[in-house]
């Protein structure tokens, strides 16, 4: 797969979480797939995401950045959203907040095998102490 072909795919895998369509996930993610280092399968993934889009109603993954080279995506992604209760282990209780989380995918047959996630946790402590 070329630079164009797996940012191609990964536009798509993007487009699957915003469409909340998990029955094609297993088009997009590798039956193997890890997050962190921790190894949770199409399964755990799946779950992994739908407890985001409960805990998120208003969950949205917008590309701000995307750099493809096989078989590496390395993506920055941007969110403007309302979580509900505790997130992060922050009290943000339904309050509108914007931040950015810095994402390195690894593929493997053309679907997500690894994922490194690191979310800018202290973006969203600065919105909630104004």
């Known amino acids: 797969m070329d ?11 993007i487009a699957c979480l915003n469409s909340q369509d998990w029955a094609r ?11 962190n280092g921790r190894r949770i399968g199409l399964p755990g993934y799946r779950e992994m995401l739908e407890r985001d889009f409960r805990e998120i109603p208003d969950l949205s993954f917008n590309i701000e950045l995307l750099v493809s080279d096989p078989p ?7 969110f403007d959203c309302r979580p509900k209760g505790m997130f992060l282990g922050l009290p943000v209780n339904g309050k509108r907040v914007s931040f950015a989380e810095n994402v390195f995918y690894e593929f493997r047959g053309g679907k997500v095998w690894k994922v490194w996630s690191l979310i800018d946790k202290a973006a969203i402590e600065a919105q909630l102490q104004q």
């Open 3 to 13: 630079k164009t072909e797996l940012a191609d795919v990964y536009r798509g895998y």
């Open 25 to 35: 996930l297993g088009q997009f993610v590798d039956g193997d797939a890890s997050h």
């Open 72 to 78: 590496v995506i390395a993506s920055r992604l941007a």
